[in-house]
């Protein structure tokens, strides 16, 4: 221990000592009532002036509230956010005891053209630095806005104000020297929850860029209101997706800011069309557009997507994946016209890569693409699969390896369509009755006159400078195996097919049937509506062949059956659609024999030939020779008497007028050589007939006509009217006059014919 020395000994005793002080006595004199009475009359006036204090604060406050502060104030606070770089309008500036100074009915201006409004905002409440207001100096410090409605005014199509507003909005704003931040933004807008945060740049030596037009103004504002219209047409069944916006910038440049946005939703259904789990990224950044992904999934598929848009170049590049629900995504957003007949029972696959250039006079794009379809139906046609490869830049288009899968076939292309270029490969074995409802209703009536047991193959390889048939050249290759075509069946067919100057021409034509085969080629002009038939030869029962050719003339073919397959050859010209130049020549040798029904009795010829011309009006049947009943029937000398004055049809002349002691001459206008020639005739006929005298004289009158080159279409209608007037006759030689008077109309002589 130290020691301690004495003098710090002698004050620690002296603190130890008792100190004892007397308190000092006051004497209070006692108030007098006068000073009393003033003491209370100030203490009064004290109260009422706090009093009035009060009332007058909370007088003024309602005030302020109600009515607001004054014109001065609102341009005071309008300059001062025009010195940060917001230029607005206050409808009023009020006070509000809890948030201070509220400027309520607040319209946001563009800061480069203060005509265009750019947001109506229902109230804001404003920093304020009081001492700085007094002293003139910058005053405010912040915005903050709470459960604010921020509407914008744009107008739909029709000129009606569109109601889109952002709802719910919180917001505080702070102005720190030459800067404006956003710390936190959130809101409402159309259903989709927004946030944002971000600062912007405000210069001392602002200014504002060139104002757009109002072209401009008025395109920006329709872009925005398509828009708001395609994102009212949305709900969200699992809340409302969330857009996070983060944006840096200079206000005197705000094309060169820097904006992020990031796009979330869980489901998103429009219409009958259910978007979900949607992811998207978007990035704007020295004047380009990046969309860095954009995914989504529905109940079959999903969709996944990239690109970017240059402003400098106009130029937008892409690329996208899908395997959506395809139809029912585009029927969603009211583009789904297209392929409105087409129902996928799989979900199709779709790559496409490619760019537009939006800044040419003329739309420009090259895309290039991939489609890969399974199972699916067009127009009620069921297909199997579909693959193709294609490019397109506006005005070229390019398909490559097409294939389309039937259950009857397959089909093959290859084509290219270019201003004044047109390509075609084709290889196909589908048949064609499958696909007859995807083609015109023409061209569907011929295919349903079609029965194919195989389905044919055809092989197509075409030039020409557009899409009409009209300009087409090439070559190509059909066959058929056993076909039927309009209730004739052919075993087989095949021909070669060559496109030139409008028109199609088959050429090497082989049709095989049992009894034999034909031959030849035809040609189809898409220009005249006609065929042109060259050199075509055939072993075929006419009587079934000619229902290919048309089947209106097979009431003229059919009377004439023949025992084997004639010899026919055919050259000329047959024009559809009401045409006058058809002009169609056959030549016909049956040299098996042929039956032929003539009133209801079977002329049995050994051996016939003839010629056969078909014109617009008239079938000519010329060069005439057949082997009947041991004798030759011959048409020696063919002149131009098969005119309709030489022998009319009941239908083609009315009944003449009668002569002087003879008979009338009517539709039957053969000369008297023709009438002396029928009885003659007909006492020569053989009995075995059987026929009757008048039937006899019918049939002489016949033959008569034909070795004078008389029509066989317009003998036979006046023979089977002449036998009418036969037993007519004979009635009117039995008496009866009723008889007698239905002979005169025919032109007969009853009597005569009768003897």
Not at 250 to 273: F, K
Request: with cysteine.
């Amino acid at each position: 221990n130290w020691p301690i020395p004495p003098t710090l000994q002698r004050y620690n005793a002296s603190l130890r000592m008792p100190v004892a002080l007397e308190q000092p006595q006051v004497h209070y004199s006692a108030p007098t009532p006068r000073l009393r009475r003033a003491r209370r009359v100030v203490a009064i006036a004290i109260r009422l002036t706090i009093l009035a204090a009060i009332v007058a604060i909370f007088s003024g406050g309602y005030y302020l509230a109600r009515r607001g502060f004054g014109r001065e104030w609102r341009y005071r606070v309008v300059e001062e956010l025009h010195k940060r770089g917001v230029e607005a309008q206050i409808g009023r500036l009020t006070l509000d005891p809890f948030r201070g100074l509220v400027a309520k009915n607040v319209r946001i201006f563009d800061y480069r053209n203060r005509e265009n409004t750019l947001a109506r905002i229902s109230e804001v409440s404003l920093d304020i630095n009081y001492a700085a207001l007094i002293h003139h100096e910058p005053f405010l410090n912040a915005l903050d806005v709470r459960d604010a409605q921020i509407t914008f005014p744009i107008k739909t199509a029709e000129g009606k104000a569109s109601r889109a507003q952002l709802t719910n909005l919180r917001a505080h704003i702070y102005f720190p020297p030459e800067q404006i931040y956003v710390s936190q933004a959130e809101g409402t807008f159309c259903g989709i929850r927004l946030s944002a945060r971000g600062q912007l740049i405000k210069r001392a030596d602002y200014q504002p860029s060139a104002s757009i037009t109002p072209e401009e103004w008025q395109k920006r504002l329709s872009l925005a209101q398509r828009v708001v219209t395609e994102l009212q047409k949305f709900s969200f069944p699992a809340g409302p997706p969330s857009l996070q916006l983060k944006f840096s910038g200079d206000m005197a440049e705000l094309e060169n800011a820097r904006v992020e946005a990031t796009l979330r939703g869980e489901r998103l259904q429009r219409g009958s069309y259910e978007i979900n789990n949607l992811s998207a990224a978007v990035e704007w950044n020295n004047h380009r557009l990046d969309i860095a992904h954009c995914e989504w999934s529905d109940g079959k598929g999903a969709f996944a997507g990239r690109g970017d848009w240059n402003r400098e170049s106009n130029v937008a590049k892409f690329q996208i994946h899908s395997t959506l629900n395809l139809k029912a995504f585009l029927d969603a957003f009211g583009v789904g016209e297209p392929i409105a007949d087409v129902e996928f029972h799989s979900p199709p696959l779709l790559e496409i890569t490619g760019s537009i250039n939006m800044g040419a006079e003329q739309f420009q794009p090259e895309m290039i693409g991939h489609a890969a379809f399974g199972q699916f139906t067009y127009k009620k046609v069921p297909f199997s699969e579909l693959s193709a490869d294609s490019s397109w830049d506006g005005e070229r288009t390019l398909v490559r390896e097409l294939r389309v899968r039937h259950q009857t076939g397959q089909l093959r292309a290859d084509l290219f369509d270019a201003p004044n270029d047109f390509r075609l490969n084709l290889e196909s074995t589908i048949s064609p009755e499958a696909v007859r409802p995807l083609v015109p209703a023409e061209a569907s009536g011929f295919l349903r006159e079609w029965q194919w047991q195989r389905s044919p193959a055809i092989r197509m390889a075409i030039r020409g400078t557009d899409l009409n048939p009209e300009s087409w050249q090439g070559d190509g290759t059909v066959a058929l195996g056993r076909t039927r075509f309009r209730g004739t069946w052919m075993n087989g067919a095949n021909a070669r097919v060559h496109f030139a100057d409008g028109a199609v021409t088959y050429e090497d034509i082989q049709v095989t049937r049992d009894e034999g085969t034909g031959s030849g080629s035809f040609t189809y002009d898409f220009k005249k509506h006609e065929v042109r038939i060259a050199n075509v030869r055939s072993s075929l029962y006419p009587a079934e062949v000619i229902f290919w050719i048309d089947p209106k003339t097979s009431k003229t073919i059919v009377p004439y059956k023949f025992r084997r397959p004639p010899n026919v050859v055919a050259n000329g010209l047959y024009q559809f659609g009401g045409g006058k130049n058809t002009r169609l020549e056959i030549k016909v040798d049956g040299g098996g024999g042929m039956d032929y029904v003539f009133l209801g009795k079977t002329l049995p010829f050994d051996r016939v030939s003839a010629r056969l011309l078909f014109t617009n009006e008239r079938l000519q049947i010329s060069d005439v020779r057949a082997d009947l009943l041991a004798g030759t029937l011959r048409d020696h000398d063919l002149e131009d008497v098969a005119r309709r004055d030489v022998l009319l049809g009941p239908r083609d002349r009315a009944p003449g007028p009668k002569k002087p002691g003879g008979p009338r001459r009517g539709f039957c206008a053969a000369d008297r050589r023709v009438e002396r020639d029928v009885a003659a005739r007909s006492r020569a006929v053989p009995d075995r007939l059987g026929l009757t005298r008048g039937e006899v004289g019918a049939l002489d009158a016949t033959l008569a006509g034909l070795e004078r080159g008389v029509e066989l279409a317009h003998v036979l209608p006046v023979v089977g009217h002449l036998l009418e007037g036969v037993e007519v006759c004979r009635q009117v030689a039995n008496g009866d006059g009723a008889a007698g008077e239905a002979c005169e109309p025919a032109g007969l002589d009853g009597q005569r014919l009768t003897s």
